[in-house]
C-alpha cells in the first residue's frame, strides 16, 4: 500500500506562533491531499482539499487564512496553522487521494497543542 | 450532504462474546471503510468495501456491506482484550477517498 509520511508527530507552541506541518507521499505521486482534524474524543472532520499546483478547497467554517495550504509538488503538501490559539489543539492528518486504488491512506497524525 | 451514523457509540463487553457495531450512511456510495483507532495513534486501515454484497473477514473481524440499505456491519467474534479500540466507518464521497467519517465506537472488552 501507499506510505504516506506525516512530520512532525507532535508539536508544542505558544499562542499566536504558527506551526507548519507536512505530508510527503513515498511511492506515489499524490495530486490531492486531504487535510482531517480530530478533535480529542471526537471523529475525524474533513478541513480541506489541497490539489497540485492549484488554490485548496476549504470545508464550510475553516478559515482559509488561518490554516494554510500548499500542494507545489506530487509528493509534499503542507498545512500551516497560523498564529495558533488553545482552540486549534487538535490531531491533523492528512491522506493523499489516488483515485486507481480504492484504498485510502493516512499519515501518521500530528498532535499539536497550543499553549 | 452525506451523513454516516455509527451505533453504538460506546461499547464495553466480555472477552469471549459476539457482537456487532452498524453503519448507516444517507446517500448511494459504494466505497465504505472500516478503520481502527488507538489512543493517539493515527487510523489503521481494516477493510475497504467495494460492492453490494460483500463480505471480508479477517480474524475475530468480518465486515459486510448492503448498499441498498446504506448500511455496514462491523461483526466481532469470540472478543480478545486486544481488539479494545474506537472503530471508525467512512463512506468515499465522490469516489476519489475524500471521505465522511461516522461518530466511531468506542469498544472497551474487559478480561
Known amino acids: 500500500g501507499a506510505v504516506v509520511s506525516q512530520h512532525p508527530s507532535w508539536v508544542i507552541c505558544k499562542s499566536g506562533t504558527s506551526v507548519k506541518i507536512e505530508c510527503r507521499s513515498l511511492?506515489?505521486?499524490?495530486?490531492?491531499m486531504f487535510w482531517y482534524r480530530q478533535f480529542p474524543k471526537q471523529s475525524l472532520m474533513l478541513m480541506a482539499t489541497?490539489?497540485?499546483?492549484?488554490?485548496?478547497?476549504?470545508e464550510q467554517g475553516v478559515e482559509k487564512d488561518k490554516f494554510l495550504i500548499n500542494h507545489a509538488s506530487l509528493t509534499l503538501s503542507t498545512l500551516t496553522v497560523t498564529s495558533a490559539h488553545p482552540e486549534d489543539s487538535s490531531f491533523y492528518i492528512c491522506?493523499?487521494?489516488?483515485?486507481?486504488?480504492?484504498?485510502?491512506?493516512f499519515g501518521q497524525g500530528t498532535r499539536l497543542t497550543v499553549v | 450532504e452525506l451523513k454516516v451514523e455509527q451505533n453504538p457509540l460506546f461499547l464495553s463487553m466480555q472477552e469471549g462474546k459476539n457482537y456487532t457495531i452498524y453503519c448507516n450512511y444517507s446517500?448511494?456510495?459504494?466505497?465504505l471503510y472500516w478503520y481502527r483507532q488507538d489512543p493517539g495513534k493515527s487510523l489503521e486501515s481494516l477493510f475497504v468495501?467495494?460492492?453490494?454484497?460483500a463480505v471480508k473477514q479477517e480474524g475475530r473481524l468480518m465486515a459486510s456491506l448492503d448498499t441498498k440499505a446504506r448500511l455496514s456491519t462491523l461483526h466481532i467474534t469470540a472478543a480478545v482484550h486486544d481488539l479494545s479500540a474506537t472503530y471508525f466507518c467512512?463512506?468515499?464521497?465522490?469516489?476519489?477517498?475524500?471521505?465522511?467519517f461516522g461518530q466511531g465506537t468506542r469498544l472497551t472488552i474487559n478480561p
Open positions: 467512512a463512506v468515499d464521497e465522490g469516489g476519489a477517498q475524500k471521505l465522511v
Open positions: 491522506s493523499p487521494g489516488q483515485g486507481v486504488d480504492p484504498e485510502a491512506f
Open positions: 511511492d506515489f505521486q499524490a495530486t490531492t
Open positions: 489541497s490539489n497540485e499546483g492549484s488554490k485548496a478547497t476549504y
Open positions: 446517500t448511494t456510495s459504494d466505497r
Open positions: 468495501l467495494l460492492s453490494n454484497g
